[in-house]
């Protein structure tokens, strides 16, 4: 079982697959209806993969923390500056890497900034869709 990388963007479906197959060398393809399920219906939504699978696009960590996933998720730097990228030309994305353990969309979701997205020590939730915000948060600047 694997991980699986899925965004989403109010874009034109050609521009999300020229920017992903040709920036970060993945397989661009229409998301499955469970997954498709979890982001807002406007958005165009794609599954990014590598080999069949996104684990190529992850750090996958051993957690020891008791409080934490059995499995810690980070994206390789390549991920993270493409889906950086994306989400400053695309004014936003959204974005679900759902993990092994569940199949069916939780209906949670996260609200990540551009800069969280491109910190190299951001640990990826899973199983949530994650907002990819370009502004700061009100409370930010103090
Ligand atoms: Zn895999």
């Known amino acids: ?24 060398d993945v397989d661009v393809a229409v998301a499955q209806s469970t997954i498709l399920a979890a982001f807002p219906t406007e958005d165009v939504v794609r599954l990014l993969t590598r080999g069949g699978c996104s684990c190529d696009l992850l750090e996958l960590r051993a957690s020891t923390r008791p409080s934490f ?33 569940q199949w069916r969309p939780s209906g949670r979701r996260h609200a990540m900034t551009l800069g969280e997205l491109l910190d190299w020590r951001a640990v990826v939730p899973t199983d949530v869709l994650v907002d990819v915000l ?5 409370g930010e600047f103090n």
Request: one cysteine or more; a positive charge; hydrophobic letters at 50%.
């Open 1 to 24: 079982m694997c991980y699986f990388l899925t965004i989403g963007a109010v874009t034109d479906p050609l521009r999300v697959a020229a920017l992903f197959e040709e920036q970060l």
């Open 69 to 101: 996933p059995a499995e810690a998720v980070w994206l390789k730097p390549a991920c993270r500056r493409v889906l950086g990228l994306a989400a400053a030309e695309l004014g936003g994305l959204r974005m679900y890497l759902k993990s092994r353990r």
């Open 134 to 138: 370009l502004g700061i948060p009100v």
